[in-house]
């Protein structure tokens, strides 16, 4: 089974590109945020971004940096032969890496857009109670707590989105051929 770990800050289009690419490939989706958001609904708060952030700033310290990909990584293991791609949204951590590598076969993507387009987009949908430029650059500041710059610097390949919806979905397209074929197995270190 081949991991597909998509990896992007906030407003980045990481979502929108893991949703196609998993659609192309017929993958299973698992979106990483929402282990985070179930347990903020287990404790009966709202789904604002000041508790998602502290939800999962607590799970952390409680289970490390990993914590969310090691959650996840347990459902990978369920999954096993099952299906020959899935696709992982929102990793945000080298331990999660880690977790998610020891899962299958791995080939990282990051999504890249500036901050301006980010916080852009971000306003745009607000997203989670997102809808100052304050709660974004928060968001952001955890995000690289968490090390997602480093995730980003090791992706197997950068997608750039700064421009509008198709361009990104014929990326994800682009990316799913090369990985149908088998060529990511050139470029993604496993």
């Known amino acids: 089974m081949l991991i597909v770990a998509v990896t992007g800050m906030p407003g980045s289009g990481k979502s929108c590109f893991a ?49 969310v990909g090691l959650k996840v990584a347990e459902t990978l293991k369920e999954l096993q032969g099952q299906y020959e791609y899935v696709v992982v949204d929102g990793v945000r951590s080298p331990e999660e890496i880690t977790y998610l590598r020891a899962a299958g076969d791995l080939c990282v993507v990051a999504v890249h857009a500036a901050p301006a387009i980010r916080f852009e987009r971000e306003l745009r949908r607000a997203r989670e109670g997102a809808s100052t430029l304050d709660e974004l650059k928060f968001r952001d500041s955890k995000n690289l707590e968490y090390g997602i710059g480093d995730v980003i610097a090791m992706a197997d390949y950068m997608i750039i989105n700064e421009s509008d919806v198709q361009e990104l979905v014929g990326q994800a397209s682009r990316l799913a051929k090369v990985i149908r074929d088998g060529l990511w197995r050139d470029r993604c270190r496993g």
């Open 19 to 67: 949703r196609v690419l998993s659609e192309e490939l017929n993958a299973k989706l698992i979106v990483m945020g929402d282990v985070v958001r179930e347990e903020v609904k287990k404790r009966g708060l709202p789904l604002t971004v000041t508790n998602i952030e502290s939800v999962a700033t607590e799970l952390r310290k409680i289970y490390g940096r990993g914590a």
